[in-house]
């Protein structure tokens, strides 16, 4: 039987827009009936989750987060996404206090690495994510071997983030794919979108020559599997899912 997914959005916003519309044309349909069931909390006023983790700021997320989840299930989630890789900081503590399931899009995303045969994956991520080493922890679990962005490259990444694509702007490409290039130059053979805002990015420009996992897209195909339903039109490396 098919399942109801929540949708834990809003963070931030653009992304969650892109999330949604990826299940919608990716979900195999003839009919609206044959699409997911899917209710949505944008919670775009969730305090900002690297701010904290980098200790900048003293509002936690987790208490407004962990309230939103508990809006999706009374509303009738059955399974929880959360489209921000940043915020699976808080998982242990957002999946204890869920009573539905909760899929993790970092462990997700580096399984999709493992099965594709990634010897060495180049992590893309907010600075939060890099800090706290949730894809490194995940590449080292699975036995896969991981580059990070220069000091420098991971101030163009977090630039791009919060300078140009959390507020509408178009962002530096030559600086994006100089951050691509020196990751592939230390060794990476994929590079792992671990940021839901720079999926936007891999919407929007012809980067085929990299060997991308986005993990916006590994979430979306888990979370119609998951469902209920059959993910459709998606790269072929998705189909390992």
Avoid: W
């Avoid at 399942?3 to 827009?17: E, F, M, N, R, Y």
């Amino acid at each position: 039987m098919a399942k109801t997914l929540g949708i834990l959005g809003g963070l931030g916003p653009a992304a969650s827009v892109y999330f949604y519309r990826i299940l919608t044309e990716h979900t195999k349909a003839n009919h609206d009936q044959d699409h997911l069931d899917i209710v949505l909390v944008s919670g775009a006023s969730i305090p900002d989750r690297t701010e904290f983790i980098l200790g900048k700021s003293e509002n936690s997320p987790l208490p407004a987060m962990i309230d939103n989840v508990n809006k999706l299930i009374t509303a009738g989630a059955e399974l929880i996404a959360i489209p921000c890789n940043t915020a699976h900081y808080f998982y242990d503590q957002i999946e204890k206090s869920s009573s539905v399931p909760v899929l993790n899009i970092v462990r997700e995303t580096v399984s999709l690495a493992q099965k594709a045969g990634v010897r060495k994956l180049g992590i893309m991520a907010t600075t939060g994510t890099v800090i706290t080493g949730a894809y490194q922890h995940a590449c080292l679990e699975a036995g896969i071997s991981f580059a990070i962005p220069s000091e420098r490259s991971q101030q163009i990444l977090m630039d791009i983030i919060y300078g140009s694509i959390k507020t509408a702007r178009e962002p530096d490409m030559d600086a994006f794919l100089s951050v691509c290039d020196e990751l592939y130059e230390n060794g990476a053979d994929a590079l792992v979108l671990g940021c839901t805002e720079l999926s936007l990015i891999r919407a929007t420009e012809d980067l085929e020559k990299y060997r991308f996992i986005d993990s916006l897209l590994v979430l979306a195909a888990r979370s119609i599997r998951v469902c209920g339903k059959e993910p459709c039109g998606f790269a072929e490396i998705y189909s390992l899912i």
